[in-house]
């Protein structure tokens, strides 16, 4: 360690606490949130989509660590908790509450993964945490925190990379200062090499050092596989089973990007008879498995033909593996790549396309050749029914609104999906360390690093031209022509499912909550008692109670939400009916049922899941029936025949409705002439015209909406059972 480290202030949590009656260690491992405006009101929804690789990692590494070094007369208990997610949000306030007053209480509060958007609310975290309780250690780890010292402190020595700007040993970064100054432990490293069990014997000793960094990158090759904390899962949108890192490390040498500063470019692997296991004991326990790979770059790992084998020999045994995974284009160059991702159960592949803009290229033919080799890429996952993802970036230097357009419409004719992203100096990249150096003013508020706004001046284009661009991008990718026509092109009804959630939560995302799919999620909520620090006060009188401030704020955001709500589901209402899956859904779909109702459960999947046929409903009404007069005084029968007529008209409108009618394109075509005027609907007076043909218009689509409910709803309903 160098002499600056040696001379930082070791944090004054007291003497050895184990000399002061500790009994029990409570390990609270916690992922951070953001915030999402400028209000400080943190990001929070009932269900997310992505779940945490490096929560996972660490509850297993620390159940480890414990179970081979027992503490004699010390309970340990391990408490995970995402603190995007609303039940493990409030439940973190409730455990510091409860652990507040505990003496003998050890906390050891670890802020896992931390991005850099995440640093600002994992700093208030810890705050908040040390507040609340005497004995307590924090600890701070991830991409942030590692990739500014990193670049910025330790040095990056690559051969391939000698413009590298040379780091500055003089000084600790100034966000890394802050952290020690609040007394909060940094972990510099993979926490399966040597420092993570010296730091937490440290901590058990009570005497930790301010950073502990580890240089060398770990073999993973045997390295525990991680374990979800129990009930985790179920607090996401689909049934994701699993999702671990094969691999760690891409060998490219992206100047955006910080993951290869961090994780190194040498990639490294781990066993991939170890990963098809624990996916086969998976299949065991759940029946199937749908297993989210989280690697750098799945393609460039050694045994990646190992890995992919065994998944497709286990698919022959019967075992139901579906993957997801994240490649680069250049995979197309290896002959059969798409047969190959096919056979293993490959069912999104998530593409760094970056850009279509051959300008923003070096020059080199290698590179400008990748343009073409994301194109043939998709081409080729397309001809397999592999949903392609394309992940691209958005202001590069020589990127304008024309140019971004042209290429937007380019990759929406050959790829399913997209997430865009803003040009960003991250930290811990190499443009971030030349921003540095050369004394390029950054933004210092770490919460919008996110690669969701732009943060820095563009070479062509204005602040406000760049956010146009962006905005642009995604209506023109998401349009209601594209989307139909990609769902139309799958070769299967689960994968036009697929392709059709993927559509609605992405949209969701972006147009109503204003958010990047990535970390969004379904079920927003607020919490206005743990805003942000030093955040802009809302806008209402200070001398209102918190309650009410709250119920007027979220009407308010809420109420704003319902615009983009309402055209999101005529553009849905338009893509679902024009793709005919409902009809897919229906066909073929009846049996034979005779026996009684037995529930409620029992009715809804009779009357709106696939046909029971008419067997159960006439042997009840022959018994109806005969009950002659005994119905005069038997209220029982009349009681038993309501479930029975309901499905009767349910089934009738089932019958005798056609779902394709239900499309009616002029009445498109007046809404959009409708909105079309905007403001001149209210001050020009022969618009009365216009708001009196809505009023029949509207009830039409209304009239419709719950015919497409009859035939929808079975979709709906065999979707959450599944779930």
Same mark, same amino acid.
């Not at 972990?187 to 993570?196: L, N, S, V």
């Not at 993973?220 to 009930?231: C, K, Q, V």
């Given at each position: 360690m160098t002499e600056q480290l040696l001379a930082c202030e070791t944090p004054r949590f007291g003497a050895n606490l184990f000399k002061r009656g500790i009994r029990k260690i409570i390990v609270v491992l916690t992922r951070p949130s953001s915030y999402l405006d400028d209000y400080g009101m943190v990001r929070i929804f009932d269900r997310t989509y992505i779940p945490s690789n490096s929560l996972a990692v660490m509850y297993t590494l620390f159940k480890q660590f414990f179970a081979s070094h027992p503490l004699p007369g010390v309970n340990v208990e391990i408490i995970t908790l995402d603190d995007a997610i609303t039940e493990n949000h409030f439940a973190m306030h409730r455990l510091m509450r409860r652990l507040g007053n505990k003496d003998d209480h050890l906390v050891?509060?670890?802020?896992?993964?931390?991005?850099?958007?995440?640093?600002?609310?994992?700093? %208030?975290?810890?705050?908040?945490?040390?507040?609340?309780?005497?004995?307590? /250690?924090?600890?701070? &780890?991830? /991409?942030?925190?590692?990739?500014?010292?990193?670049?910025?402190?330790?040095?990056?020595?690559?051969?391939?990379?000698?413009?590298?700007?040379?780091?500055?040993?003089?000084?600790?970064?100034?966000?890394?200062?802050?952290?020690?100054?609040?007394?909060?432990?940094? $972990?510099?490293?993979?926490?399966?090499?040597?420092?993570?069990?010296?730091?937490?014997?440290?901590?058990?000793?009570?005497?930790?050092?301010?950073?502990?960094?580890?240089?060398?990158?770990?073999?993973?090759?045997?390295?525990?596989?991680?374990?979800?904390?129990? %009930?985790?899962?179920?607090?996401?949108?689909?049934?994701?089973? @699993?999702?671990?890192?094969? @691999?760690?490390?891409?060998? /490219?040498?992206?100047? $955006?990007? @910080?993951?290869?500063? $961090?994780? &190194?470019?040498?990639?490294?692997?781990? %066993?991939?008879?170890?990963?098809?296991?624990? /996916?086969?004991?998976?299949?065991?326990?759940?029946?199937?498995?749908?297993?989210?790979?989280t690697e750098d770059n799945g393609i460039r790992n050694k045994q990646w033909r190992m890995l992919y084998g065994l998944l497709a020999e286990a698919r022959r045994e019967g075992y139901d593996i579906t993957v997801t995974t994240e490649i680069d284009v250049k995979a197309i160059r290896i002959p059969g790549i798409a047969e190959i991702l096919k056979e293993a159960g490959f069912v999104q592949v998530f593409a760094g396309v970056e850009s279509l803009n051959e300008n923003n290229y070096d020059g080199e033919d290698i590179e400008k050749s990748s343009v073409n080799d994301a194109v043939r890429f998709a081409r080729a996952l397309h001809e397999v029914d592999i949903q392609s993802h394309a992940g691209y970036i958005i202001g590069f230097e020589n990127d304008t609104k024309e140019s971004i357009v042209k290429d937007v419409v380019r990759l929406s004719e050959h790829y399913d999906i997209a997430s865009f992203f803003y040009l960003t100096i991250l930290p811990g990249s190499q443009d971030h360390a030349e921003a540095v150096r050369n004394g390029v003013e950054l933004d210092p508020d770490f919460n919008w690093y996110n690669s969701f706004k732009p943060l820095h001046t563009h070479a062509t284009m204005s602040h406000d031209e760049w956010i146009e661009a962006y905005d642009k991008a995604w209506e023109i990718f998401y349009r209601p022509e594209k989307m139909i026509r990609s769902i139309k092109e799958k070769h299967t009804l689960s994968r036009k499912l697929a392709l059709l959630g993927n559509y609605f939560l992405w949209r969701k995302a972006h147009f109503v909550h204003k958010i990047h799919p990535m970390i969004c999620g379904f079920g927003q909520r607020w919490d206005y008692r743990d805003r942000r620090p030093g955040a802009k006060p809302l806008p209402y009188p200070r001398w209102m109670p918190v309650w009410c401030v709250a119920s007027i704020d979220k009407a308010r955001r809420k109420l704003r939400m319902l615009r983009p709500f309402v055209r999101e589901f005529f553009i849905f209402r338009r893509v679902i009916l024009e793709t005919d899956i409902v009809s897919l859904l229906l066909q073929d779909k009846r049996r034979d049922v005779n026996e009684d109702l037995r529930n409620f459960w029992d009715w809804t999947r009779r009357t709106f899941g696939v046909h029971a046929g008419r067997a159960w409903l006439n042997a009840f009404w022959t018994r109806y029936a005969g009950q002659r007069h005994r119905l005069a005084w038997d209220i029982t029968w009349h009681l038993r025949a309501i479930p029975h007529a309901l499905t009767e008209i349910i089934y009738w409108l089932r019958e005798t409705l056609d779902p394709r009618s239900i499309h009616h394109p002029w009445i498109s075509d007046f809404w959009a002439a409708y909105r079309k005027r905007g403001w001149r609907l209210l001050t020009n007076p022969w618009s009365i015209g216009m708001h009196l043909l809505a009023l029949p218009l509207f009830l039409t689509e209304f009239f419709d909406f719950l015919k497409y409910i009859a035939y929808a709803f079975p979709m709906v309903l065999r979707k959450v059972k599944r779930v």
């Open positions: 050891i509060l670890g802020l896992i993964g931390v991005q850099t958007h995440e640093m600002p609310r994992a700093r %208030d975290i810890a705050r908040q945490w040390q507040n609340a309780c005497k004995n307590i /250690f924090a600890i701070i &780890g991830g /991409f942030a925190v590692s990739g500014l010292l990193r670049t910025l402190y330790w040095g990056i020595e690559d051969s391939q990379r000698p413009d590298f700007p040379e780091a500055n040993r003089a000084a600790l970064p100034p966000e890394i200062q802050t952290l020690i100054q609040q007394n909060i432990i940094i $972990f510099d490293g993979e926490a399966e090499g040597t420092e993570f069990p010296r730091l937490v014997g440290d901590i058990l000793k009570g005497s930790p050092s301010a950073i502990y960094y580890d240089p060398d990158m770990p073999d993973i090759t045997n390295a525990p596989l991680p374990e979800y904390p129990p %009930d985790y899962l179920r607090h996401l949108v689909g049934k994701i089973h @699993s999702a671990l890192e094969p @691999s760690r490390g891409c060998p /490219f040498t992206c100047k $955006f990007c @910080s993951i290869i500063n $961090f994780r &190194g470019r040498t990639v490294r692997a781990r %066993d991939p008879a170890l990963v098809v296991n624990h /996916f086969k004991e998976l299949c065991r326990r759940y029946g199937n498995v749908y297993a989210f790979l």
